[in-house]
């Protein structure tokens, strides 16, 4: 049964050794999303709730379009 288990250090070593995933568009999408948050509270005087239509378009573009508006 113990033979069945993979080697814990193997594994290890081979995710460690694996190639790093470039987070730098998710980063800045984040970053993007948070600035609209900041000024729609900015633009509209308080908090906001959000709400949210997406859509994949023909060309393989994935849209995300955004509402917000003034939390009452």
């Given at each position: 049964?113990?033979?069945?288990?993979?080697?814990?250090?193997?594994?290890?070593?081979?995710?460690?050794?694996?190639?790093?995933?470039d987070n730098?568009?998710?980063?800045?999408?984040?970053?993007?999303?948070?600035?609209?948050?900041?000024?729609?509270?900015?633009?509209?005087g308080g908090?906001v709730e959000?709400?949210?239509?997406?859509?994949?378009?023909?060309?393989?573009?994935?849209?995300?379009?955004?509402?917000?508006?003034?939390?009452?």
């Amino acid at each position: 049964m113990a033979e069945d288990k993979p080697d814990m250090g193997a594994l290890l070593k081979e995710v460690a050794e694996s190639p790093k995933r470039d987070n730098s568009v998710y980063h800045k999408a984040i970053a993007e999303a948070r600035q609209a948050f900041e000024e729609a509270e900015a633009t509209l005087g308080g908090p906001v709730e959000v709400r949210t239509k997406t859509k994949m378009k023909r060309n393989g573009d994935y849209v995300v379009k955004w509402t917000f508006r003034r939390l009452e």
